[in-house]
């Protein structure tokens, strides 16, 4: 009798231990799905950096290094970039730094967490006299409004999909340090 019940509690901490390493015990059993600061950054790193023209190509942005921060006393998180700006051809070196806070949004045509009410926490581009010109930062507004509309942070990935299919996603927040997709019937 001894043997099954081993047996049995092996097999149930084997599951446990698959199901939490792929994130889907929350969406399997209960109503969450919960996203790790560690988890987004990566999804970043394979992103940038990145480059955006405007203009014709006549003002240019980079954007390097994304660092991905989620204060646990918040309800937003914090992303913070180096960024490189060049005018008419000239080449693009990173220049400066910038930060912004957001909250996040389930989006279902890219499936994918995006930026939501995004704001510039803080500019610094010593090359400009450590402040953005109004140009500068209209040009780094428009990009976030592109990003924030075009541009997941994180993509859900198939398998989590295919095991939450029948729920709806009712809401993502940001809580005690964790991004939360809340599940709905």
């Known amino acids: 009798m ?3 019940v081993v047996s049995a509690v092996f097999l149930l901490a084997l599951l446990v231990a698959g199901c939490s390493t792929l994130n889907t015990l929350g969406a399997l059993l209960g109503s969450q799905v919960t996203f790790t600061q560690p988890q987004l950054q990566h999804a970043l790193d394979g992103n940038f950096p990145k480059e955006y023209d405007k203009l014709g190509g006549l003002v240019s942005l980079r954007l390097t290094n994304p660092t991905l921060s ?3 006393d918040s309800n937003r998180l914090r992303l913070d970039f180096d960024v490189g700006l060049s005018a008419m051809g000239t080449s693009v070196a990173t220049t400066g730094h910038f930060a912004l806070s957001s909250g996040l949004r389930f989006d279902p045509g890219t499936r994918g967490l995006h930026l939501q009410d995004p704001i ?3 500019v610094d581009v010593p090359a400009l006299g450590g402040v953005m ?3 500068s930062r209209e ?6 409004a592109d990003y924030a509309k075009q541009e997941p942070v994180y993509r859900l990935d198939s398998t989590l999909l ?4 029948a729920r709806r996603i009712d809401s993502t927040v940001i809580d005690r340090g964790v991004v939360v997709v809340n599940l709905g019937e």
């Open 2 to 4: 001894r043997k099954p």
């Open 70 to 72: 989620i204060p646990y």
């Open 120 to 122: 510039i926490e803080s």
């Open 133 to 135: 010109s109004g140009s």
């Open 139 to 144: 040009l780094l507004n428009s990009w976030l």
């Open 162 to 165: 295919d095991r939450i299919s």
